[in-house]
């Protein structure tokens, strides 16, 4: 359970990308904790579906729209979680956006834009969030990353180089604000169905089955895998943890290499 402040209050999460997909599945698991919720992106239509879901699970959440690239807005972001709550403990920075592409052909904007809403925006909304969360009793970020910002993301090498950026973030804002009792954790979901990935990655039945077959155990995982994942690092149970990235892919970044071709081949 979530810790409550020295007046009685529930805590508060900001869940950027909290209307849609492993976003709103994080907001519930954080809302069956105690948590009040805000949940912030671009779209009211995202926001107004994902809020909906979540008031009928019985949360209560504050719709918040933002551009997570831009600071003013990303500022007025953090006011309005102020003026509603006045007090946060959570942020997960989960909005992102990916399009597979060769890195021959990706426009200096279609960087720009990846780049800028995983590295700068998660940057941009720690530091915004920053005074907030020194107030809090039990203060912690958690940002998802990939796995591919170690071992390589071919056909997305501006979310790969974004994601490698929001783990030395990671593990810098982990020491630099472990003074101030903030933990600076990370989640890197294996791959999971969602409607974005769906619509960007998972295109085709027989892409969902070669991506399967290369996950040792052999499935996608679920938003709600990733989400308790979320719920632990912020939890009392992590309360020496930081800096760290938890990975959440049945094994998926650990089965490469000749010897795993070998073992999927199976006994003579
Ligand atoms: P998703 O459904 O596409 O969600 C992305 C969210 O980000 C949306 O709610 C979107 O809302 C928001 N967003 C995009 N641009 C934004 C901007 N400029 N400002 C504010 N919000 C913005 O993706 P998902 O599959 O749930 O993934 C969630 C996180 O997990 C991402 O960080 C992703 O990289 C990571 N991840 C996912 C997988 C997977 O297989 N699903 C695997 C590894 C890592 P609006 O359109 O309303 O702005």
Redesign the pocket.
């Known amino acids: 359970m979530a810790t409550a402040s020295a007046d009685g209050g529930s805590p508060v999460a900001l869940v ?9 599945a994080i907001a519930g698991a954080l809302a069956a904790d105690g948590y009040r919720l805000a949940i ?4 009211e ?3 107004a579906d994902g809020a909906a879901e979540l008031r009928r699970r019985g949360a209560t959440v504050r719709t918040v729209p ?4 831009l600071p003013d807005q990303v500022d007025r972001m953090v006011a309005a979680v102020t003026a509603e709550y006045g007090r946060l403990d959570v942020l997960v920075n ?5 399009f597979p592409i060769p890195a021959e052909r990706l426009s200096p904007n279609g960087w720009r834009a990846v780049v ?3 590295l700068d ?1 998660t940057f941009f909304c720690s530091r915004a969030a920053f005074p907030l969360l020194r107030e809090s009793p039990a203060p912690s970020i958690v940002n ?4 591919y910002a170690w071992t390589a993301g071919p056909g997305t090498v501006h ?1 790969a180089a974004a ?1 490698a950026g929001v783990l030395a973030l990671t593990r810098t804002l982990a020491v630099e604000w472990a003074r101030f009792g903030i933990r600076v954790n990370a989640v ?10 769906d619509r ?2 998972w295109t085709s039945d027989a892409i969902v089955r070669a991506v399967s077959d290369d996950v040792p155990m052999g499935r ?2 679920t ?1 709600e895998e ?1 989400a308790e994942s979320v719920r632990f690092l912020v939890s009392a149970r992590a309360s020496y943890i930081t800096g760290q990235v938890l990975v959440v892919d049945g094994g998926q970044w650990l089965g490469k290499g000749a010897l795993h071709l070998l073992d999927r081949a199976g006994p003579e």
């Open positions: 950027t990308g909290g209307g849609t997909g492993l976003g709103r912030a992106s671009r779209s239509a995202h926001l933002v551009d997570v690239r989960n909005a992102a956006g990916n800028g809403i995983v925006g998802l990353v990939a796995s979310s994601k890197a979901p294996g791959p999971v169905r969602t409607d974005g990935t960007q990655l996608f995982g938003p990733i």
